[in-house]
Every structure is written in C-alpha cells, then in structure tokens.
C-alpha cells in the first residue's frame, strides 16, 4: 500500500492495521487527514487481499483526540461544515464497507475519536482508555455523528449526559454501557484484537458481508421492513459456495 503522511499501515495475513499518526497532536484529525482517511477506505473496498481493518493510534497516549481544534478555530460556518460532511462521508463508507472494521482504542477517544470508533463494526479498549465527546468545552456540539451513532449505541439519557457535560468516561464504564465490546490491559490490547481480526478471516467472507449489511441497513427501516429485508438476505446466501461449503463441513464433521 503507499504511504501516507497522517497514517501508518500494515498488512498481515488479510488483516490491514491503520494507525491515526500525528502524535504530536494526540493525532487530532485536520482536513488532510480527512482527506488521506477517505484515501484508506476506499482502497479496504477495493483490495481483496484486505479481509478485516483494524483502526489504533500511533503513539502511547492516544487514539483520536478529535478534530485539529488549532485548524476549526478560524472556520467560518461553511468551512465547518464542509469539514462535518467530509468526516460523516468517511464514517458512512466504513459503515457501508463489506468489510468489518475494529477500533482498538488505546487512548484518548475525543470528540472525532470517539465517532471515528463508533462508525466501527467492534470497538475493543484499553484498560487505561478514557472516551467522551467534549465539543461542549469548545462552544460547539459533535459533528461526526456523536449525537447520533452515540444515542444509538448508549441512549439518549447516556449520550445526553456525555454530550451536555462534555465528560470523560472510563474504558471500564463504556464497557459496562455496550459501547465498547471488550477492555484489555494496554500492553495486550493489539493482540487481542488481532486474536479477534484473525476470526474474522477465517470465516466465510461474503456472509459476513451480507449481514453486516442487513445489520446497517436494516437499522434505519421498521422493525417489519427489517425483518423482511433479513429474509431476503438470508435467502440470498443460498446456493452460494460459501453455503454449500459451511454447511457440508458441519454435516460432515
Ligand atoms: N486538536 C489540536 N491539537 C490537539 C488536540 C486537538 N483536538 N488534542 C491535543 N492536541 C495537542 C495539544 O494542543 C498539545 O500540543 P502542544 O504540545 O503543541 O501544546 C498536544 O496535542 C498534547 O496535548 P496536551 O493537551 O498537552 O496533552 P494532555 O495529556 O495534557 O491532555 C487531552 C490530553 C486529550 C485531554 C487534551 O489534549 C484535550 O483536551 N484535547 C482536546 C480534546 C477535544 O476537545 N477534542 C474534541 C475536538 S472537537
């Protein structure tokens, strides 16, 4: 893969580690991060050596500490939300991907950090990672989405109290809320999200694809529309090799 200036990456056996690397900023996102982030995404879609992506920062201390505040101090209204919808797109793609992302936060998930984790299929945490969306400190509200990957994910009383008091929340507490899947000590987080990664690989790539996205899409219809979509989906996996393959080794077995 070519290099970039605000990323790390490297490929190993299908799974592509990603790491956010301005560590002179905590990696705080800036327009050509955006940019060059936008850049990754679109090539996971189109390798088909990468399976799984895993998304960490470089660094001790931190995954994403949010947008390069230094940059959106002089935004004007548009410019800001230029910036907003360039960053959303990127989330969308990732949640649109057929291929599954997980964050492995080891630090600081701030603001665009957090939505960058929550626009994720599986977050994993470090023991000593500290999330919140404190856009509240900056006379602004969240524009990546946290107002509302974040309500998904933890309800509205949660999310409310995240976004008015602009909080830090433990790996533990996020933990116990559903918004991370699982915490590590920090020493052991890479690997054990790699342990989860080479899972992933190692089962059948195109179903999960479908259900990822009967999960995603079926997630903005009606509980019955959703439920219909998941049929047709699930039908759809029949006759595919994947089926016939999985189902004979299990029959077998
Ligand atoms: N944008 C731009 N620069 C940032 C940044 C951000 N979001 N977050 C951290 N940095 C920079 C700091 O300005 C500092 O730069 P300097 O060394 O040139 O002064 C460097 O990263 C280290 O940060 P520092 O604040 O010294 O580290 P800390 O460990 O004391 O505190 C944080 C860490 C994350 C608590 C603190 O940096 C912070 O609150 N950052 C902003 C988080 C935020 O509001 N994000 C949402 C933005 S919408």
């Excluded at 190993?12 to 560590?23: E, Q």
């Excluded at 920062?57 to 548009?78: E, H, T, Y």
Aim: glycine share 10%; charged share 25%.
């Amino acid at each position: 893969m070519k290099t970039f200036e605000n990323f790390l990456t490297a490929l190993d056996a299908g799974i592509l580690t990603v790491s956010f690397n301005r560590p002179q900023a905590l990696n705080a996102m800036n327009a050509e991060s955006v940019r060059e982030f936008g850049e990754i995404v679109d090539l996971v879609e189109t390798d088909p050596a990468i399976r799984v992506v895993i998304l960490t920062g470089a660094g001790p201390k931190s995954f994403v500490a949010g947008a390069d505040i230094s940059r959106m101090q002089s935004f004007g209204a548009f410019e800001a939300r230029e910036f907003m919808l360039a960053g959303q797109k990127v989330l969308f793609r990732i949640e649109q991907s057929a291929k599954p992302y997980l964050a492995a936060i080891n630090g600081y998930a701030l603001g665009g950090g957090l939505e960058i984790a929550m626009a994720c299929d599986l977050r994993y945490a470090a023991d000593t990672a500290t999330m919140g969306q404190p856009e509240i400190f900056l006379g602004i509200t969240p524009g990546w989405g946290g107002t509302q990957r974040l309500t998904r994910l933890v309800g509205k009383g949660i999310a409310k109290e995240m976004v008015f008091t602009g909080e830090r929340i433990t790996a533990q507490r996020a933990c116990d809320l559903g918004l991370v899947n699982a915490v590590f000590p920090k020493d052991q987080l890479l690997e054990e999200v790699a342990k989860v990664a080479r899972k992933l690989v190692a089962l059948p790539r195109d179903t999960m694809k479908m259900a990822k996205h009967a999960i995603e899409t079926g997630y903005d219809m009606t509980n019955t529309e959703a439920n219909l979509f998941e049929t047709a989906i699930c039908g759809l996996c029949f006759g595919q090799d994947e089926q016939r393959e999985w189902m004979k080794k299990f029959l077998n077995k």
